[in-house]
């Protein structure tokens, strides 16, 4: 390379950066557009909500630690599990997996920003706003206590009166308005700004579970955003959608509730399968064995998901004919997800496997989430649902298909990915360590649970008498949970000691085969100098072969190329808005009316002004003006 072209390169860097940089101080903070700092934001704020709703649990373990303790009261204990599994549910697990794919689809799939970037401001404004909401009703006595599926009756207003309920409901408008903003945006960018090249055959097994993930949301969220909607109104303005006294029917919201919540848990389980396709990809030094089955069989579980609501309901007395439907689509998804356990076997078997932490976390995974599979199984079979449902059993396979099938993976994607978040390396020791307290700490809190609720020890009491055989059981994990703290702690102390390295970790240090490795760690704002071009499914590899890239987007205006959905090949340049206010000014205006409309019908009339104001502002057509971003 001359010296006038490297010279010519450092200009052109420098024009990128002026036209993608945010403006300086609290004002770019405020109106950034960017996808990278969003996500971070996005993983940062549920993982501080992971971190509260994981101290409620603590506190719920040391009253339950022995009989007939009184270290929580009746109500306190109520308010604490349900916001317990509200806030892990709404508030952690589905916003965080959204907010990796936030931070790294585009990078993967080739593209500068996210599509609709102004969107994806607004949906974090939301998320953060109705966490806030519910947490600030927790701390003024009026948080949830009607468990975290919220079941009418007794989330109704005969049995929960006053704002508790109303406060949850509005929390799931808040986050699910925020998971749909995301699932759309993902659609978009994955199906119209893929690299040229990147066929339906190239697409990364990452992008793919995220497709899939974000169709399920689209289909799913808009169920329990009726269901809440029906009860808020049932609550204050007297419709009787669930009174069955008046024409209404209480299983209607469990019908509602759970058409959302099993493909809910999919919707969590899913990334989890792509993060784990990455992880075993790149440290087995080989491409992933069977592409073509784990991609038809990410979309046969997410088709298959939405049959399986009614297992939840088999206690409530419906026709046998159609609970056998249900078992039999119980037991049916299990086939898709053990495929792809084969594959990731048969990936690891045939490559050259490096032992790090993130591969330490997807075997754990293996380990917990075939557990927690099994413990499906046999709750899908009525006979035995009826003995054991609402009890600690279901407690215990609950939480090993969704801490050991989701967490697991999702803290080795955190070590996989941390290098292009921050540019620093996790330490490997600390990893390991934390790794085995938490492996540990899993199995001594949530294993002696399935032996409790086959004692009959029912879940969602805040104590119980003593001489049940109980006692040692629940001892045991409230132990565990402090291990698992222990093990939640050693990853913060890690996370800081990693940033206040000055160390960089390089730009692709586990030699990983993606594009998201093709640029710096962590990226420039506009990610890629020059559109990459795609020619294989593994387009870094080998390491030392030269990317082709596409010439042709401006560098004074911020462009992304558009390309066809199945082929990807270029169709045309588009434009993309600059950083501004209105999305955190149309997340307040939507805020208010929320919150505004749990004390009177009338915030929705008077709440739709501001929000009208907002968003006229936000879509008012512009003259197009070539950015220069804040790099001033």
């Known amino acids: 390379?001359?010296?006038?072209?490297?010279?010519?390169?450092?200009?052109?860097?420098?024009?990128?950066?002026?036209?993608?940089?945010?403006?300086?101080?609290?004002?770019?903070?405020?109106?950034?557009?960017?996808?990278?700092?969003?996500?971070?934001?996005?993983?940062?704020?549920?993982?501080?909500?992971?971190?509260?709703?994981?101290?409620?649990?603590?506190?719920?373990?040391?009253?339950?630690?022995?009989?007939?303790?009184?270290?929580?009261?009746?109500?306190?204990?109520?308010?604490?599990?349900?916001?317990?599994?509200?806030?892990?549910?709404?508030?952690?697990?589905?916003?965080?997996m959204e907010a990796v794919a936030v931070y790294m689809v585009p990078l993967m799939v080739g593209a500068r920003n996210i599509s609709f970037p102004r969107l994806n401001a607004f949906s974090y404004w939301i998320y953060l706003f109705g966490g806030i909401m519910i947490f600030l009703a927790f701390l003024a006595e009026v948080g949830p206590e009607a468990g975290w599926s919220g079941y009418v009756p007794l989330s109704g207003p005969d049995f929960s009166p006053g704002k508790r309920t109303d406060f949850w409901a509005q929390m799931i408008t808040f986050t699910e308005v925020a998971a749909l903003c995301i699932a759309v945006e993902l659609v978009a960018t994955i199906l119209s700004m893929r690299a040229p090249g990147m066929t339906l055959r190239r697409i990364p097994l990452f992008v793919w579970s995220m497709l899939v993930t974000s169709l399920m949301v689209i289909f799913a969220m808009p169920a329990v955003m009726v269901g809440s909607t029906f009860l808020i109104t049932d609550r204050l303005v007297g419709t009787q959608f669930y009174n069955a006294s008046e024409g209404g029917d209480a299983l209607l919201w469990q019908h509602l509730f759970w058409f959302f919540g099993h493909p809910e848990v999919y919707i969590i389980f899913m990334p989890a399968l792509g993060m784990i396709s990455s992880i075993v990809e790149t440290f087995s030094r080989r491409p992933i064995f069977g592409y073509t089955a784990m991609v038809l069989a990410l979309f046969a579980t997410g088709f298959l998901a939405f049959g399986l609501w009614v297992h939840h309901m088999f206690a409530t007395g419906l026709p046998p004919l159609g609970n056998s439907f249900y078992t039999a689509a119980s037991m049916m998804i299990a086939i898709p997800s053990g495929v792809q356990i084969f594959c990731w076997i048969a990936t690891l078997w045939t490559g050259k496997p490096i032992i790090t932490v993130p591969l330490l976390f997807v075997l754990g995974f293996f380990a917990l989430f075939v557990l927690g599979g099994m413990t499906g199984v046999m709750?899908?079979?009525?006979?035995?649902?009826?003995?054991?449902?609402?009890?600690?059993?279901?407690?215990?396979?609950?939480?090993?298909?969704?801490?050991?099938?989701?967490v697991f993976p999702l803290m080795g994607a955190l070590y996989y990915w941390?290098?292009?978040?921050?540019?620093?390396?996790?330490?490997?020791?600390?990893?390991?360590?934390?790794?085995?307290?938490?492996?540990?700490?899993?199995?001594?809190?949530?294993?002696?649970?399935?032996?409790?609720?086959?004692?009959?020890?029912?879940?969602?009491?805040?104590?119980?008498?003593?001489?049940?055989?109980?006692?040692?059981?629940?001892?045991?994990?409230?132990?565990?949970?402090?291990?698992?703290?222990?093990?939640?702690?050693?990853?913060?102390?890690?996370?800081?000691?990693?940033?206040?390295?000055?160390?960089?970790?390089?730009?692709?240090?586990?030699?990983?085969?993606?594009?998201?490795?093709?640029?710096?760690?962590?990226?420039?704002?506009?990610?890629?100098?020059?559109?990459?071009?795609?020619?294989?499914?593994?387009?870094?590899?080998?390491?030392?072969?030269?990317?082709?890239?596409?010439?042709?987007?401006?560098?004074?205006?911020?462009?992304?190329?558009?390309?066809?959905?199945?082929d990807a090949l270029p169709a045309t340049r588009w434009a993309l808005p600059d950083p501004g206010i209105w999305p955190l000014l149309s997340a307040l205006a939507l805020t208010l009316l929320f919150v505004w409309s749990i004390f009177s019908p009338w915030g929705v009339v008077w709440g739709a002004i501001p929000v009208a104001i907002a968003l006229t502002a936000w879509f008012w057509p512009k003259r197009s003006q070539p950015s220069m971003g804040g790099a001033q």
């Open 418 to 566: 941390f290098p292009k978040f921050t540019g620093r390396m996790l330490s490997e020791r600390l990893g390991r360590w934390q790794f085995w307290l938490f492996f540990i700490g899993f199995n001594v809190t949530f294993f002696p649970m399935h032996i409790l609720g086959l004692m009959g020890m029912p879940r969602r009491v805040y104590t119980y008498p003593a001489g049940l055989g109980w006692d040692l059981p629940n001892l045991i994990a409230s132990i565990g949970s402090w291990i698992i703290a222990a093990s939640v702690l050693l990853f913060a102390i890690n996370v800081v000691l990693a940033l206040r390295s000055r160390e960089p970790a390089g730009d692709n240090p586990w030699g990983a085969p993606d594009l998201a490795w093709a640029t710096t760690s962590p990226p420039p704002p506009y990610n890629f100098e020059e559109t990459p071009a795609v020619r294989s499914r593994e387009p870094l590899w080998p390491l030392d072969a030269d990317l082709a890239v596409m010439t042709g987007l401006s560098k004074t205006r911020r462009e992304a190329l558009l390309t066809s959905s199945t």
């Open 1 to 96: 390379m001359t010296d006038a072209t490297t010279v010519q390169r450092e200009r052109d860097r420098q024009t990128l950066l002026a036209t993608w940089a945010d403006r300086p101080g609290l004002m770019g903070w405020l109106t950034t557009v960017d996808h990278k700092r969003i996500g971070r934001r996005y993983i940062v704020t549920a993982l501080v909500f992971f971190v509260l709703a994981g101290i409620m649990a603590m506190l719920m373990r040391i009253q339950l630690s022995r009989p007939e303790n009184h270290f929580l009261g009746p109500d306190r204990y109520n308010q604490l599990f349900s916001m317990h599994g509200s806030v892990m549910m709404f508030l952690f697990a589905v916003p965080v």
């Open 379 to 406: 709750v899908a079979a009525v006979p035995l649902d009826l003995q054991v449902h609402d009890t600690y059993f279901v407690v215990a396979h609950f939480h090993y298909v969704l801490i050991g099938g989701a």
